[in-house]
């Protein structure tokens, strides 16, 4: 135990992209910050166990995919041969080399960064438990707890055994399964499960909602569907896990629904996907004035402040969506309220990725938003069929769709599936945020041939007709 306690204007609970974003902004603003977390870096789930190993293994799926599309041109490549230690090694060399720089940015800003677990003695002092099993503790003005989240669990259900892996194990790649059970159709699963699908697992994937995806509108989900309905095994919608049982050969896994063919069903392996749940428990919150709900999420206000003037709170913690770059955004507003900055966290949307083949991405207002709140909207969808550069690249489908309020076109929503849809759908959001008119995006040169011509043709549908379009004036 260290002889004298450290203190800090600033102890930021957490290094992930929430946390180091935080951490940043605050010593750019002059504030003495130290950041803690578990990993010898910062990065946190983010950048070590989920966006980016999993974005690099789509990555490496695609080229695959890729490889096997190019018989569309003539050009035939042999099936490939995949070295999982070489895969696995380029994987964690990135994670390296990314955490890495985000040590060095920590040290250039004379960040103190102290690698252990930390949780409130009170609303102004840390423990910090350390693998030596010494503790430090840590005196702070103010502190932002940006402690993220894990994977969640299927309560009755989940056993403990190899063969049942979370999405962290996963992306760990230790084989290539010959069969595996994906449980969960949330933009985990579908990533995941198309993964080990192109290594060359046979997949089933379950879920238990009708429909792919529940968050996002039916248009835009349909294509990664009937995808996941060509690459996998098996796709059961409406069908829930009653009981998993292990035995020598696998797991034995007993169905219910609509799409089950067979009851029981024997995997290699199975993969939990079923959501995450807030880093809320073991921080010592109860030794402070912090509220947090049933659900274990932090209750905040519009400047992530809790109910503890000492403590704020961002990211996964204080609810949905549990997204990296809104926890970023989040953190850097706590950094500037804490310099005396008069901010808000106001953002009028927040994009949603899916990177699947195709991907799906969305912000704003939903159509399935507006019909839940009985909201009157305009709708223009432009297929990607119509559109030049999808043909040169082989894409028979995809759709960009935009959604305005009757009345004074207002751009209220964006919507695209197909390749590259992440990458497009930031023209959406900058047009959202900045109350863009759909006039706006329709007389914006958008260069030819792209896919970001399909963001102007939705817009030029919203009046009636675009170049690439035909659609019969009404009486």
């Given amino acids: 135990m260290s002889s004298e306690p450290q203190k800090t204007q600033l102890a930021v609970i957490g290094g992930g992209p929430g946390g180091y974003a935080a951490a940043f902004m605050a010593a750019d603003l002059g504030i003495e910050v130290t950041l803690i977390d578990l990993d010898p870096n910062p990065g946190g789930t983010c950048l070590y166990r989920g966006c980016i190993p999993s974005k690099a293994l789509l990555h490496a799926a695609k080229i695959i995919t890729d490889a096997r599309a190019a018989q569309n041109y003539g050009i035939t490549f042999a099936e490939p041969d995949i070295d999982l230690d070489k895969l696995r090694g380029s994987v964690d060399a990135m994670v390296q080399k990314l955490t890495g ?5 920590c040290r250039a800003r004379k960040i103190r960064y102290i690698q252990g677990r930390a949780s409130f003695v009170d609303s102004n002092r840390l423990k910090i438990a350390k693998d030596s099993g010494e503790d430090d503790f840590l005196s702070f003005d103010t502190a932002i707890l940006a402690a993220g989240s894990r994977p969640a669990l299927i309560k009755n259900l989940l056993i403990e055994s190899p063969r049942v892996m979370n999405s962290t194990a996963a992306l760990k790649i230790a084989e290539i399964p010959g069969t595996l059970l994906v449980i969960g159709g949330s933009y985990i699963g579908l990533e995941l499960g198309s993964v080990y699908a192109t290594l060359g697992s046979q997949v089933s994937l379950i879920e238990q909602m009708p429909a792919l995806l529940p968050g996002a509108d039916a248009d835009l989900a349909g294509p990664v569907t009937e995808r996941m309905r060509a690459l996998m095994h098996k796709l059961m919608l409406g069908t829930r896990v009653t009981a998993m049982k292990e035995f020598a050969n696998g797991i034995q896994v007993t169905f219910d629904g609509a799409e089950v063919e067979d009851p029981v069903q024997v995997f290699d392996k199975v993969l939990v996907c079923v959501g995450r749940k807030p880093n809320s428990s073991g921080l010592g919150l109860k030794s402070t004035k912090v509220e947090v709900d049933d659900h274990g999420f932090v209750a905040v206000d519009a400047q992530r402040r809790t109910t503890d003037p000492a403590i704020f709170a961002i990211g996964d913690l204080t609810g949905n969506p549990m ?9 850097r507003v706590a950094a500037e309220a804490i310099a005396g900055r008069n901010v808000v966290f106001a953002p009028r949307a927040i994009p949603a990725v899916v990177f699947t083949d195709p991907e799906i991405a969305w912000c704003g207002l939903s159509e399935s938003d507006a019909a839940r709140e009985g909201r009157s909207v305009k709708v ?8 030049g550069r999808a043909a040169t690249l082989n894409i028979s489908s995809g759709l960009t769709k935009i959604i305005a309020d009757p009345e004074t076109d207002v ?13 497009l759908i930031s023209e959406g959001a ?11 995006i329709q007389l914006t040169i958008h260069p030819h041939p792209t896919l970001g011509e399909t963001i102007m043709e939705s817009a030029e549908l919203i009046f ?8 019969k004036a009404s009486a």
């Fill in 380 to 387: 223009a969808r432009f297929p990607w069929s119509a559109s």
């Fill in 411 to 423: 751009v209220l929503g964006v919507g695209i599936v197909g390749t590259g849809a992440g990458e």
């Fill in 323 to 331: 997204l990296a770059h809104k926890a970023s955004h989040e953190g």
């Fill in 430 to 440: 900058l047009a959202i945020e900045m109350g863009a008119v759909a006039s706006d």
């Fill in 464 to 471: 009636g007709a675009s170049t690439h379009l035909y659609r």
């Fill in 101 to 105: 720089g985000l040590g060095q940015l």
